[in-house]
């Protein structure tokens, strides 16, 4: 096959050598019918894997019946998806703005908050990441990600350390904060889990001050941590939480969720999105709802727990591991040392994973992904970094 992609896209994503052509469940295949463990999962989008029936089939029956409507015409698919959305979300969380990705939601929630508060600033937290168009980049904390766009960004953004509670004083002596962008598990951060005590303080605080508290739950939601939410491992509950990468099962989707009292102050025209709420991504979202019922997640939580058990077997011992951690199928391995030469050679071995930084390896594999799978890419893991460690220190 002639390579047109590196011809013609642009240069912004760091390429890895795969062609995938087609999946099943949690596994994929390349040109050549190479097969891999898929511990990247599309980053996190793919929680039912590569052939769900039933999102297909949401998906064909809505392009029959119909594939396009505006969100100023009322239609079925989306009146079905916002009913067993107000039915997913925490009591309180009552409005929905719909729109197609992760950073479209949170520019959606900064508008929702820049129109709820008198006051000025926002604060995000030491290795966040919202996303890259303007707005979710002004609270994005990679210099990497805003060197060059550092003077269009919003000026008044502060952040302060993630599960630092000293840094919670500063939102206390400062009147001028109107909302917290918080992600109640980092992702892209280096699957960074806050302390209990922590967040409930966080919360509370928030809660005293008057300061809107916004969840990015873009990564971190939908059954991802072994919970519905992440924030619910803490028991709080959000003004505003941010949807996105598997609502849509595949067709781009996002959701800015929140307390009418707050969503409410969005006027009309002041945002909008021509296919926002289309009636393909609606019908492949209620899919999506509807199968995310307790017993699979329960399922997430301890398929979670036997990965890092197995990783924590075959890592046992090796010296540039510093740490495995995450919350059901929220993973990562960090290492003393640069993960790029494990990534590759992950994939040699037939398992492809997901970084952050330049020492961390994450992993956000399907839902529908099998114990024995798993076991596998523990053990092919250990093996790798094994080798790479002799490697080392030869
Ligand atoms: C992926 C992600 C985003 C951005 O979503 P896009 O669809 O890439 O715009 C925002 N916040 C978090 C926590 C994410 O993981």
């Not at 994503?13 to 891999?36: M, S, W």
């Not at 290795?127 to 766009?149: P, Q, V």
């Not at 969720?257 to 019908?283: V, W, Y």
């Not at 030469?341 to 099998?370: H, Q, T």
């Amino acid at each position: 096959m002639e390579n047109y992609e590196d011809e013609y896209i642009a240069n912004t994503y760091q390429r890895l050598p795969v062609h995938i052509k087609n999946g099943e469940e949690a596994r994929l295949y390349d040109e050549n019918g190479k097969e891999y463990i898929d511990m990247m999962g599309g980053y996190g989008v793919a929680i039912f894997g590569y052939s769900n029936d039933k999102i297909k089939k949401a998906v064909c029956d809505q392009m029959d019946i119909l594939p396009i409507a505006h969100a100023s015409e009322y239609t079925e698919a989306r009146n079905n998806f916002v009913k067993k959305l107000a039915d997913s979300v925490p009591a309180g969380i009552d409005k929905f703005y719909l729109g197609n990705t992760g950073a479209e939601a949170i520019e959606a929630a900064i508008k929702v908050v820049k129109k709820s508060s008198k006051k000025h600033k926002l604060v995000a937290m030491t290795n966040s990441y919202h996303g890259k168009t303007l707005g979710a980049l002004s609270i994005t904390y990679s210099n990497k990600y805003r060197k060059y766009f550092d003077d269009i960004l919003i000026k008044d953004v502060q952040f302060i350390r993630y599960n630092n509670t000293d840094d919670l004083k500063l939102l206390e002596k400062d009147d001028d904060i109107a909302a917290v962008f918080f992600e109640p598990v980092q992702g892209e951060g280096g699957i960074n889990i806050p302390d209990y005590d922590y967040v409930r303080e966080l919360r509370e605080i928030t809660e005293k001050n008057n300061i809107i508290f916004v969840a990015d739950e873009i990564q971190s939601g939908l059954g991802r941590t072994g919970k519905m939410w992440a924030h619910q491992h803490f028991d709080i509950t959000p003004d505003i939480i941010t949807i996105g990468k598997g609502i849509g099962g595949g067709i781009p989707m996002s959701v800015t969720a929140g307390r009418h009292e707050f969503m409410d102050n969005l006027e009309k025209g002041e945002q909008s999105s021509t296919t926002g709420g289309n009636p393909i991504a609606c019908a492949a979202g209620t899919a999506v709802l509807e199968q995310l019922t307790l017993d699979l997640i329960n399922d997430v939580a301890k398929k979670g727990e036997y990965f890092r058990s197995k990783l924590n077997e075959s890592l046992n011992d090796v010296k540039i591991v510093k740490e495995v951690r995450g919350l059901g199928l929220m993973n990562a391995i960090e290492l003393r040392v640069k993960f790029l030469p494990v990534l590759m050679d992950l994939i040699n071995k037939g398992v492809l994973a997901l970084y952050s930084g330049i020492n961390i390896i994450r992993m956000l594999s399907p839902y529908v992904i099998s114990y024995d799978d798993l076991s596998k890419a523990s053990s092919i893991i250990g093996e790798s970094i094994n080798e790479y460690y002799k490697e080392v220190i030869k």
